[in-house]
């Protein structure tokens, strides 16, 4: 895969992710595999806290902004930009 369809995969969904990762073009899709990463650990970790009872309310709020982040993130890759997504861009999980 090249660079551009490696980032739009990896925003897809966890196991696009991997995908993208190990039969991707990783050393130049290494900043859309990052931001992908962080987009779906912060769905993860949501996931988790949505099961407490009353904070569940809240994190359904939290999951749709969450959502809208990810689209941006797939627009990016798209158009082959190197732009931060809104809000988690800063966090680096991957060196």
């Known amino acids: 895969m090249d660079r ?3 980032g739009i995969v990896a925003y897809l969904t966890i196991v696009g992710w991997f995908v993208a990762y190990f039969v991707g073009d990783r050393e130049d899709a290494k900043f859309h595999l ?6 779906h650990m912060t769905f993860i970790v949501l996931s988790i806290l949505a099961r407490i009872p009353i904070v569940g309310w809240f994190v359904w709020i939290l999951n749709a902004v969450v959502f809208v982040i990810g689209v941006l993130g797939i627009i990016y890759a798209i158009q082959d930009q190197d732009k931060e997504v809104p809000l988690l861009g800063i966090i680096k999980l991957l060196k």
Not at 34 to 39: C, R, S
């Open 4 to 6: 551009k369809t490696t």
């Open 34 to 39: 990052n931001q992908a990463l962080v987009v």
